[in-house]
């Protein structure tokens, strides 16, 4: 079964080589790959991994996204809702969590160390609840 993404690959990388007068040889000496690998490749015998990918694009001087897209733009990418950071993420970073964990803090650097372990493990034993 061929897979359509690795022939897409392989016609574009063909294509961008034959479009920039470079030959296999060419590719093989800028990249350190072998020829047949880089033929094995251009035929889809072979799927390369993004690092080859990388060093394809890199030899060619295109940029990565162009073995996968014939546009000279990058593709517009799509209205994706906006990724929460790890910041955004962890609790008692902000606003009303932060002041309590602030509090939290503050009260546990007046306690002595027993009693300090003696809080957490009660914390552990209602967080597994």
């Known amino acids: 079964m061929v897979n359509t993404n690795a022939m897409i690959i392989c016609d574009r990388l063909r294509a961008l080589r034959e479009s920039k007068k470079l030959s296999q040889g060419d590719i093989e000496k800028r990249t350190g790959l072998l020829r047949c690998y880089i033929s094995r490749v251009e035929n889809g015998h072979t799927v390369p991994s ?4 990388e060093k394809l694009a890199r030899a060619m001087e295109v940029p990565l996204y162009q073995l996968f897209y014939d546009g000279e733009e990058p593709p517009e990418l799509p209205n994706l809702p906006k990724r929460k950071t790890a910041d955004d993420i962890a609790w008692g970073s902000k606003g009303k969590e932060a002041r ?8 546990l650097s007046r306690t002595k160390e027993p009693d300090r372990r003696l809080l957490l493990y009660m ?3 209602m967080a597994h609840r």
């Open 50 to 53: 993004i690092e080859t990918l």
């Open 100 to 107: 309590l964990l602030w509090r939290f803090r503050r009260l």
């Open 123 to 125: 914390a552990q034993k």
